[in-house]
């Protein structure tokens, strides 16, 4: 049982360039989410989707665009990467949303030079 | 908007020492309540959660938490850390029924051998 599985574990972009951040989970869950990790600020959350054919955002979507493509998967776009995006990207699932906590991928460390 | 703060950014303390790291949030109405680790190098897990019921609830590895209303608090405790314990520790919360798991700026916790 993987989990949540995120691909890349690493990128380095060029400011401008585009790259879309892949995450999978197989557990049923019903929703999805992108975080990112910045030191000192936690994780705040881009966008998310509650279930499958929605898709929502949360506290930081400037510059992002996601696609629920089924149940399993929830991708993160960056159409045109700043380094200002430089962080650590989380995807998240749970199958509430409810009373049930989130279980984490294991990042995607994104360098914007 | 809901926030959560988190009080202390780094701690650090000598094995055997007691731990209570401090978490407030801001929403009046009625939340889910989540402690998260992440180990360095590692996706976060969950260490406890509140959703209802008994105020002090117990965690994995000998963490527990207390839930006061009152104070809009959720503080973390240990009666005693080990070195093992050395990781950043983030609070959470979440609105009842809401969708939106909404995280503090996190506290690293650095225990000294």
């Known amino acids: 049982n993987a989990g949540v599985t995120q691909t890349p574990k690493f990128q380095v972009l060029k400011t401008g360039q585009s790259m879309t951040l892949q995450c999978a989970q197989d557990?049923?869950?019903?929703?999805m989410y992108w975080y990112r990790q910045d030191p000192g600020m936690g994780l705040r959350l881009i966008y998310y989707?509650?279930?499958?054919?929605?898709?929502d955002k949360g506290e930081v979507p400037n510059g992002y665009n996601v696609s629920r493509l089924n149940k399993r998967e929830f991708s993160l776009r960056l159409e045109s990467a700043a380094p200002s995006q430089t962080s650590v990207y989380f995807c998240?699932?749970?199958?509430?949303?409810?009373?049930?906590?989130?279980?984490f991928g294991n990042g995607t460390r994104l360098t914007v030079t | 908007a809901q926030s959560v703060s988190q009080h202390n950014h780094h701690v650090i303390l000598s094995e055997a020492a007691s731990l209570e790291l401090g978490c407030n949030y801001s929403?009046?109405?009625?939340?889910?309540l989540f402690w998260y680790v992440q180990y360095p190098g590692q996706h976060l897990q969950l260490l406890l959660k509140?959703?209802?019921?008994?105020?002090l609830v117990k965690g994995i590895k000998g963490f527990e938490a207390e839930f006061i209303k009152s104070k809009f608090s959720f503080n973390l405790r240990k009666p005693s850390v080990q070195w093992s314990d050395t990781a950043e520790y983030f609070c959470?919360?979440?609105?009842?029924?809401?969708?939106?798991?909404?995280f503090g700026a996190g506290t690293i916790l650095r225990v000294k051998s």
């Open positions: 998240a699932s749970t199958a509430g949303p409810y009373n049930s906590p989130l279980h």
């Open positions: 557990m049923n869950h019903n929703s």
């Open positions: 959470a919360v979440r609105r009842e029924y809401g969708n939106k798991l909404v």
């Open positions: 509140y959703f209802s019921g008994d105020p």
């Open positions: 929403y009046g109405g009625t939340v889910n």
């Open positions: 989707s509650a279930s499958e054919g929605t898709t």
